[in-house]
């Protein structure tokens, strides 16, 4: 009987861990494809195009830009109101500088928005890539919710047995205590 009792726990133990390792093996496949898109996310191939509109972008939304710009603008200012005669290439209404500056909006703003499309481009896909994460911790949680519910549940069946077969050797003992006892 002793050598059964074995035979049955070394058996519920493999269950035991063959249910485990069929979890794990469940949570292996599932991570798999996140595992793939997060550590070999597509390179970005930028066109000429885009890489000006980014240089641009950047360098028209800094204060080198404004600084430079308003340095510019005040020279052409003093330098018009101050010059003499034919040396006034733009009179003080400043009619040239005024179609410069919208040339020079007209321009920029498309091309500012280009790289701000190809930013918002990069932000969804960081975002993807987020809730990728995220997603792999929430498989991950569940799969350990898993485990920690087969433990349990195989926790909770030994100590089931284990009281079984404890009651069934009360059994036995108060069984042969009633012996004796009739014996005297």
């Known amino acids: 009987m002793k050598s059964d009792d074995l035979n049955q726990l070394l058996s519920d133990e493999n269950e035991h861990l063959n249910k485990l390792h069929q979890i794990v093996k469940q949570t292996i496949d599932a991570e798999e494809l ?45 330098f018009n109101v101050l010059a003499i005669g034919r040396f006034k290439f733009d009179p003080y209404p400043f009619i040239l500088m005024n179609l410069v500056l919208s040339c020079i909006a007209a321009l920029q703003a498309p091309v500012i928005m280009m790289s701000q499309n190809r930013q918002e481009e990069k932000d969804r896909k960081r975002s993807e890539n987020d809730y990728m994460i995220n ?50």
């Open 34 to 78: 996140i595992i793939r898109n997060l550590s070999n996310p597509p390179e970005e191939i930028l066109t000429e195009g885009q890489k000006i509109s980014d240089k641009v972008a950047r360098f028209g939304g800094s204060w080198k830009f404004i600084i430079l710009f308003g340095c510019i603008l005040t020279v052409w200012i003093i």
């Open 135 to 184: 997603l792999k911790a929430e498989m991950q949680i569940r799969s350990l919710n898993q485990k920690v519910d087969v433990l349990l549940e195989e926790q909770i069946k030994t100590l089931f047995e284990t009281q079984e077969k404890q009651f069934i050797q009360l059994k036995e003992i108060n069984a042969r205590l009633q012996a004796l006892i009739d014996k005297k």
